[in-house]
């Protein structure tokens, strides 16, 4: 079963950048699409940013211009790039195996949801505060 620990989380001003790591075990990443989530304090988790199996992007509209997926099947690894940081990014962030949604001809990614027994990992925290 595929099993994912993340990390790099840790508390940033403002404006600041981090660079989160998701590595994947139990399975080869090569046919997986793999999403970032985040769950502030109080909230329902939500989907952040997603990479599909041939390295096809997707972010939510809040993230979209400030944050960067990547992938590195070799390593096993799926990475975010958080930059332009602001308090509202606060929050765990957690990494699982996804499903996407698409729209024909194109298949433009249209969101992303949780695989079905996706195993959650302890996620990583990140703080935006001055």
């Known amino acids: 079963q595929l099993q994912v620990v993340e990390s790099g989380g840790g508390l940033v001003q403002p404006g600041g950048s981090l660079r989160l790591s998701c590595i994947i075990s139990?399975?080869?990443?090569?046919?997986?699409?793999i999403g970032w989530f985040r769950q502030a304090p109080g909230k329902e988790r939500e989907g952040v940013s997603c990479?599909?199996?041939?390295?096809?992007?997707y972010y939510a509209d809040s993230v979209k211009g400030r944050f960067a997926i990547s992938r590195d099947n070799a390593k096993k690894s799926v990475y975010l790039q958080l930059s332009s940081l602001t308090p509202e990014d606060t929050g765990t962030y957690y990494c699982?195996?996804?499903?996407?949604?698409?729209?024909?001809?194109?298949?433009?990614?249209?969101?992303?949801?949780?695989?079905?027994?996706?195993?959650w990992g302890k996620g990583t925290q990140v703080t935006v505060s001055s």
């Open positions: 139990g399975s080869t990443l090569d046919h997986i699409h």
């Open positions: 699982a195996d996804v499903i996407v949604r698409t729209v024909a001809p194109e298949g433009t990614i249209t969101g992303f949801y949780a695989n079905a027994g996706s195993s």
């Open positions: 990479i599909t199996s041939s390295g096809q992007p």
